[in-house]
């Protein structure tokens, strides 16, 4: 297959005589393939260390094949505290939950009129970034920056999914770059392994329109599997992918794509080709305007990337901003799970050892046991020619447990698990006020990590959503509601939901609770309640908002009912005064005197009072 080593006309993003754009001027193999090869051993060096790192995180020991080799004695056991894995695990749940729990995937912010409604679109979009197995790559990326110190997410085109757009995960070992990098942006060149089987090979290989050179793939399946299945791995039985490298470089303020196998081919795999993430622009050129007349429909065409598909989403941020300096837990907890997991080892195999029997000759003699066998086990019933005596060796003191608890509660302290620190002490001077303050802590420390990975997703979620959003305006993305798309055509700031629904309203439900003793004997102590169930339990809320807004209203029913009895009784005692007041002849002589003014008094006062209401004065019988 000829190549086209001429370069191509693009619009640059910056400037064309900057050097920055000049320095990769070509797509020749033979005057790349030097710095592909760099780039593939940067890639080998992470791909070790992620081995390592997995291999610490999970400390499988063979203790059979650790006897044979006489690295542990026969009765001497090692137990592997896995504190590394268990922190991980431990900080997941802040990032699951900011992901997982909010019921939409952005927040968009209409940035010409930022008060205007955008809950439509915004289930539009969720609904094509939460495509079917969306979670997987996000919890694999959270799993792997916990790990390692950073996790790479890769923006894809793929037409089969809701948005015509999707993301994918990239771990350590197959993701390229020069180790001073600071900013994956700044590259000159990156790369990405990809792993295949022969099968898959040799259909793109058969299919001409796939854009494959034939030649280079079958150079490459002639040979080995080249997958880096593992370090334990020796047979070539075991392994079936072969690897290959895409390779993406800026040539012209243009991102081009390219795939190589920099080991085995003597040209590109597959030649480069600009970056194509599905977004369109209007076509101007005079073919362009000529199909836009001849079918009313505007031309458009391909829109290439000028920045790099890639994501990357760091662990934590220190003044030390060079990406392949950053680190996890596997680096932070390393020496803490050994220390924890040899003191483990070191009591429990000294207890084993005090609970065996031993036994020697009863002698004073040091040349007894001269040429006799050594070694000799003990059979129950069997006969002893000899005086013994038995002894046992003192087991080890019960503090080496408080210093392995000292040793996890402290680093649990340093991983801002605060509570988790003050809960495994061995004291009982825990006050509800210190597990609160302690809780609260560790809260806030875990959100500001969740802050920084809600940076990292924002910048992903606006890339995908800018896709999206052209897509639709272009009329490629068919499965639009008539009343949504014309609001793709506005302009947005784009959040990821999680903010709102989850780091938002848990400040606002702590706040909350802490307002509730202050306001639960006032009027607005029902709607407050209902407000705060809504965001302390927004699937169960509706439910318990309606047991009590039935109890209101029945209680509200009865009062009404005795309201009602308390005025119909008012009513006949006020007729009963009236009528009184009409028969002076019913009072005796002192009554006149004494009750009958008080009577008629009360009369005047009552009947314009019933007579104002538009009622008749009731007539007691």
Known sequence: MAVDNSIPPAVPAGNPNDPAFQYIDTIEYKKMVTKIKDLCSVMQEWNSKSAATRRLRYVEVDIEGERKAGRLQPDELYIPMHIIDKNIRREQSSYVQYVAQSPRAVCLTDMQTPAAETSLVETDVSKRLRYEGWQIPIFQCIDGFQQDGYGIMEVVYDESKPGHVAHEFVQLGDFGYIADTRNIQDCEMLGRNYYFSRTKLLSLAKNPESGWNATEIMRVIEGQPTSNFSDSVVDNKDKSLYCFTKVTFRLRGIVYVAWANESKCNDWAKPPVPLFLGRRQADNTPLGKMKSMFTGVPSTKEQYETDYPYILFPYLISENDTISQLHGRAFLDED?????????????TAHRRAAQPYFSKDTDDPNADLMLQKNVYFAAGALINAKIKQFQLTAPNAEVMNSIQALIASNQDETAQINFAAMNRK??????????????AAS??????????????????????????????????????QQVKPLYQRQYLVRPAG???????????????????VLQNTPCNIAFMCDLLSKMFPEQAAKYISIINQAQQQQQSQQARMMNQAVNTA?????????????????????????????????????PLIQSNGQNIPRPS
């Open 336 to 348: 803490v799970q050994e220390g924890a997991s040899s003191l483990m080892s070191s009591y429990v």
């Open 427 to 440: 004291d009982s001077r825990k006050t509800a006020e210190e597990i609160k303050a302690s809780t609260q």
């Open 499 to 517: 903010d709102v629904d989850v780091i938002e309203r848990q400040q606002t439900i702590q706040m909350m609770q802490q307002a509730w003793p």
């Open 571 to 607: 009513k006949q005692v006020a007729g009963g005064i009236i009528k009184l007041s009409e028969h002076p002849e019913m009072f005796s002589d002192t009554g006149r005197i004494h009750a009958f003014p008080i009577v008629q008094e009360a009369a005047k006062e009552l009947k």
């Open 444 to 481: 806030a420390l875990s959100t500001v990590q969740v802050v920084l990975f809600s940076n990292a997703l924002r910048e992903m979620y606006s890339k995908m959503f800018r896709i999206i959003q052209n897509r639709v305006n272009a009329g490629l993305i068919l499965d639009v509601d």
